[in-house]
């Protein structure tokens, strides 16, 4: 959250700097002065309090620019009465700095506070009493309080449009908010439309190459991107990074935001090779702009650490992730949100390496701040109960995940509705768990209402359909109903091609799955073709020795094995052991023997690679 001072209505103070001095140190020599020569509370020692905070706050540094704040108010209550404007922006900005930290519970009241100061010195319909109702919408909708930001910002927005007219940049700011409260529900059609008219007034007013405008194209590539449509999004980021290169230069906090963006837009393409050189230019600049230590830096180092983790370099993805776990712990304090999505991406990287028993207290200790800081009906806290919920299910306590998972539903039909896109993510998640017990008909029910859930509110081409088509395949392979599986499958790869273009890497898998049909039917020659344009996009997409491409190459050999084409399968054979020799090499250096069988499981499967080879000779091994 970047909030700048002019627009809270507090203008940075500027103080003379001796040539050796810091900014901060002449604002903490200023403070010294005034209260020499004027008394710890007049009202000058409170304005020079307020620049210490906007130093502090535009550092993210929110723990040291607290005590200031509450300084400041203190002063402004005792000398012009707990009643008068200063003191609500004064409010305000303590409930800012609160809100930054995480402290929600702590920051509404200030802003309910505020926001009566305002209306009973003002009247309902003033200007600032629609800034200040923007504030505390703003914190409901970070609090997933939806239904309650909802009106404040829409009188917000009223307010604006009566006083200023349709066309004001203050009308573009509130209705940028009531976009982005759109997209977090998932109301795409009311979000874009709000984030382009939002774009076309600022266009308008300060032209087509001013930062706000930059700012609104990142907005609504951001929402295009949520929504699967990357094609969309990449000339909007494109335009908005152009922006912010020509304003600010190269090397800007902004510009690395907008490398980050272009990074992830690269990944929901596919694109993994071309997405990493902008996660590591965009933590380049953010260190060297803001240190090492910044909270933005950790951010990058978990940006960069998931690509790689996806590209299969664990090692370094298991260093990068928990550099920004203590970072942000150390910059931002122990129990802060951003520390909780550190702890989930850190203990979802050990489930990932089988290594269960370090994920655990990190997935749980994650839960809990996000349960203290939001509450326990919080869209955010339901990624936390799905992680945990996945972490019991590869433990084997299925009783347990399902308890998690159903707490999880319970939470999103309260927020978002029985009939809504996220709430369908529980409802699958409750049908994989049957599926992993043997339930099958209770599986194949709650698949079908997550496929109708999405169906109903993405329409028949949206990706998120087709993942939703492949987990009911999943379920018809396992009970062996493979000729009523393949259709759906089928209609899968066609929705993936159709709205991700042939070469995503998602098609692969789509293409792996469908093979893998027809190989179970022993209809080979179907199955063949599949699967070798299966591998060739993996190898396209994350490169010739990477764990995918050796999965796809014993797919590829085992079918040809059944086909009795053991010279053939030979060499992809050598070659998958070979991926693997490599990639062990590369990762497994720092892992304990368990771990490591366990990363051999995940990687190369259960069968034993090297003895098949070894048997494979002639005619290929015997079938006795």
Known sequence: MILSALLLGLTPTVFFQEPEETELEAA?????????????????????????????????????????????????????????????????WLGFILQAQGFYAEARPLYERALKIDENNLGANHQDVATALNNLGGLLRAQGLYSKALPLLKRSLAIKENLLGPEHLDVAHALNALGLLFQDQALFVKSRALLERSLSIRKKILGPNHLLVATSLHNLATLLGDEGFHSE?????????????????????????SLSSLGAQLLGQGSYFEARPLFEKSLSIYEQILGPEHPYSAA??????????????????RRLLEKSLVVREQ??????????????????????????SKARPMLERSLEIREMSLGSN???????????AGLFDAMGEYVEAKSLAERALAIQEEIF?????????????????????????????????????????????????????????????????????????????????????????????????????????????EARPLMERALAIDENSFGLEHPDVAISL?????????????????????????????HMSRNLGAMSQGERFRLLEIQIGSEPLLLNLVAMQGNGPSRD
């Open 28 to 92: 903490q020599r200023k403070v010294t002065e005034l209260e020499a020569e004027l008394g710890p509370e007049h009202l000058d020692v409170a304005e020079a309090l307020d620049a210490l905070m906007i130093i502090h706050w535009n550092r993210s540094q929110y723990a040291k620019a607290q005590p200031f704040a509450e300084r400041s108010l203190t002063i402004k209550g005792n000398a012009l009465g707990p009643e008068h404007s200063n003191v609500s922006n004064s409010i305000s």
């Open 233 to 257: 999004a990449m000339p909007l980021l494109r335009e908005s990074l152009s922006i912010r290169e020509q304003a600010l230069g190269p090397n800007d906090p902004d510009i690395a935001n």
């Open 300 to 317: 990058a180092l978990s940006n960069l650490a998931l690509l790689l983790q996806d590209m299969g370099f664990y090692l370094d993805a």
């Open 331 to 356: 910059s931002l304090g122990p129990n802060h949100l951003d520390v909780a999505s550190a702890l989930q991406n850190l203990g979802q990287f050990h489930e990932s390496m089988g290594s269960l």
């Open 378 to 388: 919080h869209p955010s806290t339901v990624l936390s109960l799905l992680s945990l």
């Open 417 to 525: 509705g029985a009939g809504h896109r996220k709430t369908a993510t529980s409802v699958s998640w409750l049908g994989f768990l049957a599926l992993r017990q043997g339930k099958f008909s209770e599986a194949r029910l709650l698949l079908n209402r997550a496929l109708a859930i999405k169906e109903n509110s993405l329409g028949a081409y949206h990706p998120d359909v087709a993942l939703a088509l492949l987990n009911i395949v999943q379920l018809l392979e396992s009970q062996g109903a493979y000729a009523e599986a393949h259709p759906l499958g089928e209609r899968a790869l066609d929705i993936y091609e159709s709205s991700l273009g042939s070469e995503h890497a998602t098609v692969g898998t789509s293409l792996a799955w469908l093979g893998m049909l027809y190989l179970k039917q022993g209809i080979y020659n």
């Open 554 to 582: 014993r797919n590829l050999a085992g079918l040809l094995e059944r086909q009795g084409a053991f010279v053939e399968a030979r060499p992809l054979l050598e070659r998958c052991l070979r991926i693997s020799l490599i």
